[in-house]
């Protein structure tokens, strides 16, 4: 069992910047894939970045390339999405997810890929 909890989430500008991070708890955070993704009122989950238990492989959805990054450590069983130029099409709350099992490099876009679940952090995008 993995437990996800994220923070970093708030209110912030068009234009401005938000870290959310994501610390692991219970089992080998090292060996865990790891995702982000966002939700509004009324839509599915949606894939925003994910990154391989390596840390050497990436994925971004094609609406945050360029403005966010994922980076994970380890050391500290967190991973972290740094967001750039927010939009207020970006505002949401904002998942973390998790996924044993997985080979190194291999990063998943799909939610039903991932088995835990964080509760959710919320980013709102003021204009």
């Known amino acids: 069992q993995v437990q996800l909890v994220e923070s970093g989430g708030g209110l912030v500008q068009v234009g401005g910047s938000l870290r959310l991070s994501c610390v692991a708890s219970?089992?080998?955070?090292?060996?865990?894939?790891m995702g982000w993704f966002r939700q509004v009122p009324g839509k599915e989950r949606e894939f925003v970045a994910s990154?391989?238990?390596?840390?050497?492989?990436?994925n971004f959805a094609d609406s945050v390339k360029g403005r966010f990054t994922i980076s994970r450590d380890n050391a500290k069983n967190t991973v972290y999405l740094q967001m750039n130029s927010l939009k207020p099409e970006d505002a949401a709350v904002y998942y973390c997810a998790a996924r044993g099992g997985s080979i190194s490099f291999l990063t998943y876009s799909s939610a039903g890929a991932y088995e835990y679940w964080g509760q959710g952090t919320q980013v709102t995008v003021s204009s």
């Open positions: 990154i391989s238990w390596s840390g050497g492989s990436t």
């Open positions: 219970g089992r080998t955070f090292s060996r865990y894939a």
